[in-house]
């Protein structure tokens, strides 16, 4: 299982894999979360980890009442993917 943590500092999701700090970027404005960028480095890839920040966010977003502007490719496509988040798009 994957642990995702909230950083409200720095406006952003982490999770620490095997010592590699992956993240998830975000703005929160006017109850809109606006996704800018998920980075998962190349030596953890491959183990859902994009998949666990975004949905942990997205959940999140759905908990709070926000709606979502996924800007980062892979949070488009991941709500692309996942119809049952399509009443969170801004």
């Not at 703005?27 to 809109?32: E, P, R």
């Not at 979502?68 to 980062?72: I, Q, S, Y």
């Given at each position: 299982m994957i642990s995702v943590t909230q950083d409200t500092e720095r406006s952003r999701y982490t999770a620490t894999v095997d010592g590699v700090l992956c993240?998830?970027?975000?703005?929160?404005?006017?109850?809109?979360?606006?996704?800018?960028?998920?980075?998962v480095p190349?030596?953890?890839?491959?183990?859902?980890i994009a998949a666990a920040l975004t949905r942990h966010a997205l959940d999140a977003a759905r908990a709070n009442g926000w709606k979502?502007?996924?800007?980062?490719s892979y949070a488009e496509v991941y709500m692309r993917r996942h119809?049952?988040?399509n009443d969170l798009l801004a």
């Open positions: 993240v998830l970027d975000y703005q929160l404005q006017d109850n809109i979360l606006t996704i800018t960028h998920t980075g190349s030596q953890v890839g491959g183990r859902g979502v502007r996924p800007l980062c119809p049952e988040y």
